[in-house]
Nanobody
């Protein structure tokens, strides 16, 4: 079993900052891509940022220059530093990861965290 646990969400004023963390635990042999998605009310879930095991990074256009994704491979943790937050960043943020539980698995399985609420409001 693998579990992704997010933390760091909350209420912040426009222009403020938050840092999200997501730690993977359980039976883990290797982790490929880790990333963050978000879902605002009545909208589809969308990719925010992702980082591969090789360090390649991809951002949604709406967060480029404001958000930074990073990972600590030894701790199986991914972070999302969010600066210059806007009201439109308000959403539930979900951690996502592709994880192989054992060396016998040919392909990774995809996992989701439970989500953490980020609210940007004055």
């Amino acid at each position: 079993q693998v579990e992704l646990v997010e933390s760091g969400g909350g209420l912040v004023q426009p222009g403020g900052s938050l840092r999200l963390s997501c730690a993977a635990s359980g039976r883990i042999f290797s982790i490929n891509t880790m990333g963050w998605y978000r879902q605002a009310p009545e909208k589809q879930r969308e990719l925010v940022a992702q980082i591969t095991s090789g360090g390649r990074i991809n951002y949604a256009d709406s967060v480029k220059g404001r958000f930074t994704i990073s990972r600590d491979t030894a701790q199986n943790t991914v972070y999302l530093q969010m600066n210059s937050l806007k009201s439109e960043d308000t959403a539930v943020y979900y951690c996502n990861a592709d994880i192989r539980g054992t060396f016998r698995e040919r392909a990774p399985s995809n996992y989701w965290g439970q989500g953490t609420q980020v609210t940007v409001s004055s």
